[in-house]
């Protein structure tokens, strides 16, 4: 089955930096947008930053622009999230996302693990 595995999470000091990796196996990755999604303990799961299929477009929110930096490699079926100038608020689980729309009423979509980042001194 369709496989996505987060990796590169850790533990940080404030103003460090983390890269996250998402490397997909058993889909056709170039044809999904890929998102990466966090969930801080008792709050919902927030949209962090995405990207489309052939990589010619991201979107990120706010609360990231400026420090992170989402991109994906399709030869190696792999999307990253670049973490710089990370803060304490930025500690919470990592997702990734993968997403294809085949028609008006039907998407696939599928999650990865998880992957945590604490960013405490």
């Known amino acids: 089955q369709v496989q996505l595995v987060e990796s590169g999470g850790g533990l940080v000091q404030p103003g460090g930096s983390l890269r996250l990796s998402c490397a997909a196996s058993?889909?056709?990755?170039?044809?999904?947008?890929m998102t990466w999604y966090r969930q801080a303990p008792e709050k919902e799961r927030e949209l962090v930053a995405g990207i489309s299929s052939n990589g010619s477009s991201t979107n990120y929110t706010d609360s990231v622009k400026g420090r992170f930096t989402i991109s994906r490699d399709n030869a190696k079926n792999t999307v990253y999230l670049q973490m710089n100038s990370l803060k304490p608020e930025d500690t919470a689980m990592y997702y990734c996302n993968a997403v294809r729309t085949i028609s008006a009423t039907k998407r696939l979509s599928y999650w990865g693990q998880g992957t945590q980042v604490t960013v405490s001194s």
């Open positions: 058993r889909l056709t990755f170039s044809t999904y947008a």
